[in-house]
């Protein structure tokens, strides 16, 4: 009777810090759409929480231990929140074709200048320290 007792303990356990792990995230997310619609501005609240998000991770205010409860069974499910993008690449397929020279090289140029921009900040944090 008593490991009944440990395992309902545990899962109610479980449970309880996976519903304080989403109310945080839930919380920076609800956070940004508020600022952003009381600002009025046109950046993307989902990207301003993660920011603050990964802020508050730096600066310590929350801990990562109260996000992974919470973040990995989301993670689990990630790539199902690729299938729109496909179905919109699938949809949009004439256009694509039109203009696939422009999109190439966008794909391929951005993050590449994204990462030599990222690795040249490093080399000159890395300097400094």
Same mark, same amino acid.
């Given at each position: 009777?008593?490991?009944?007792?440990? !395992?309902?303990?545990? $899962?109610?356990?479980?449970?309880? !810090?996976?519903? #304080?792990?989403? &109310? %945080?995230?839930?919380?920076?997310?609800?956070?940004?759409?508020?600022?952003?619609?009381?600002?009025?501005?046109?950046?993307?609240?989902? *990207?301003?929480?993660?920011?603050?998000?990964?802020?508050?991770? @730096?600066?310590? &205010?929350?801990? *990562?231990?109260?996000?992974?409860?919470?973040?990995?069974?989301?993670?689990?499910?990630?790539?199902?929140?690729?299938?729109?993008?496909?179905?919109? &690449?699938?949809? $949009?397929?004439? %256009? %694509?074709?039109? $203009?696939? *020279?422009?999109?190439?090289? =966008?794909?391929?140029? &951005?993050?590449? =200048?994204?990462?030599? =921009? #990222?690795?040249?900040?490093? @080399?000159? *944090?890395? !300097?400094?320290?």
């Amino acid at each position: 009777m008593n490991s009944n007792n440990e !395992k309902t303990g545990k $899962h109610l356990s479980n449970a309880f !810090k996976m519903l #304080i792990s989403w &109310v %945080i995230l839930s919380g920076f997310l609800v956070l940004a759409y508020g600022v952003s619609y009381y600002f009025a501005w046109t950046f993307p609240p989902a *990207l301003s929480a993660m920011l603050a998000l990964f802020a508050a991770l @730096q600066f310590k &205010v929350i801990k *990562l231990d109260w996000l992974t409860p919470g973040a990995n069974p989301l993670l689990n499910f990630m790539p199902l929140f690729f299938v729109p993008a496909a179905a919109k &690449v699938v949809e $949009h397929s004439a %256009i %694509i074709s039109q $203009h696939w *020279l422009v999109l190439a090289l =966008c794909l391929l140029l &951005v993050p590449m =200048c994204g990462l030599m =921009c #990222i690795g040249l900040i490093m @080399q000159r *944090l890395g !300097k400094s320290s």
